[in-house]
């Protein structure tokens, strides 16, 4: 079982280049996430989409858009990548949009923005 | 203002030793979820464990315990007679209906727990 699939796997940039970040997965899932980890800042969640059609803004949304191409899809874009954008980006997925759905994790894009 | 709290930034022990990771969380809400993930080092996140707000029972899991206590908005995480494989960061996180639900998971800044042969 595959679970949350996540591509590129590592990505290095320029200031100003744009990328789109992948993530698929195949649990049926409803909810999807992008977070992102730096150090000594845990994880904090980027954009959402609660379920197919639907995206809204997490804590940090600013210089990245998303879209949820269908069920299994949802892809983060770095229009022009800045420095401050180098991190670990992580996928994730839940069963319901809910309080209790516990996520399940794609293993991280390594970023980083030269 | 922050919600999730883990105070202790790295933890060092060797192996066989008994060793509990602090979470505090901070919500108004009467109705939440507890959430502890773990990230070895090969980086991906796994989900241990989902505490309800109304279910203070202690968990016990082979050799990992969570003890729940709301009096002290407390959700602490115990591996006993640790080994070598646990170490990892661990995650102690939070979901709320002032956090938005299901918008994503509040998480706390992680330990980094490591257990030394």
């Known amino acids: 079982n595959a679970g949350v699939t996540q591509t590129p796997k590592f990505q290095v940039l320029k200031t100003g280049q744009s990328m789109t970040l992948q993530c698929a997965q195949d649990?049926?899932?409803?909810?999807m996430y992008w977070y992102r980890q730096d150090p000594g800042m845990g994880l904090r969640l980027i954009y959402y989409?609660?379920?197919?059609?639907?995206?809204d803004k997490g804590e940090v949304p600013n210089g990245y858009n998303v879209s949820r191409l269908n069920k299994r899809e949802f892809s983060l874009r770095l229009e022009s990548a800045a420095p401050s954008q180098t991190s670990v980006y992580f996928c994730?997925?839940?069963?319901?949009?809910?309080?209790?759905?516990?996520?399940?994790f794609g293993n991280g894009t390594r970023l980083t923005v030269t | 203002a922050q919600k999730v709290t883990q105070a202790q930034t790295e933890i060092s022990v060797v192996e066989k030793e008994d060793v509990t990771l602090d979470c505090v969380y901070e919500?108004?809400?009467?109705?939440?979820?507890l959430f502890w993930y773990k990230q070895p080092p090969s980086g991906e996140l796994v989900f241990l464990i989902r505490?309800?707000?109304?279910?203070?029972q202690n968990e016990i899991s082979g050799r990992y315990s969570w003890n729940f206590q709301k009096s002290t908005s407390s959700f602490n995480f115990t591996i006993t007679a640790s080994q070598v494989v646990d170490s990892a960061v661990y995650f102690c996180?939070?979901?709320?209906?002032?956090?938005?639900?299901?918008?994503?998971?509040?998480f706390g800044k992680g330990t980094h727990l490591i257990i030394q042969p």
């Open positions: 505490r309800n707000s109304f279910d203070e």
């Open positions: 649990m049926n899932h409803n909810s």
């Open positions: 989409s609660a379920s197919e059609g639907t995206t």
């Open positions: 994730a997925s839940s069963t319901l949009w809910g309080l209790d759905s516990p996520l399940h």
């Open positions: 919500t108004r809400d009467t109705t939440y979820y």
């Open positions: 996180a939070l979901s709320d209906y002032s956090g938005g639900g299901a918008d994503g998971l509040t």
